[in-house]
């Protein structure tokens, strides 16, 4: 059974920078694509980034050169290093599989950024 934990959220001020890690197991990690989502209150889901499995990444316009995605397949873990932090990217962030699979959701790690 595919698990994921995220880990990483946190308060930060804007212009503050967070790292989140995801890490899965109960499947070959290092053959898949893995996702950043993010869900902000009363909005649907959104892919923030992805990473293939050749390292290939991917970003949505919102967050491009100031998220960075990255993944270490010797630990099961995927990153999400994220700088200068906007308001706007307060939201819970849940890693998946890219596309997502929708057992294979996490809790996610709350991401609030305010001054």
């Known amino acids: 059974q595919v698990q994921v934990v995220e880990s990483g959220g946190g308060l930060v001020q804007p212009g503050g920078s967070l790292r989140l890690s995801c890490a899965a197991s109960g499947l070959i990690f290092s053959a898949y694509s893995m996702g950043w989502y993010r869900q902000a209150p009363g909005k649907q889901r959104e892919l923030v980034a992805r990473?293939?499995?050749?390292?290939?990444?991917d970003y949505a316009d919102s967050v491009k050169g100031r998220f960075t995605i990255s993944r270490d397949n010797a630990k099961n873990t995927v990153y999400l290093q994220m700088h200068s932090l906007k308001p706007e990217d307060t939201a819970v962030y849940y890693c998946n599989l890219y596309p997502p699979l929708r057992d294979y959701w996490g809790q996610g790690t709350q991401v609030t950024v305010s001054s």
């Open positions: 990473i293939a499995s050749h390292v290939t990444t």
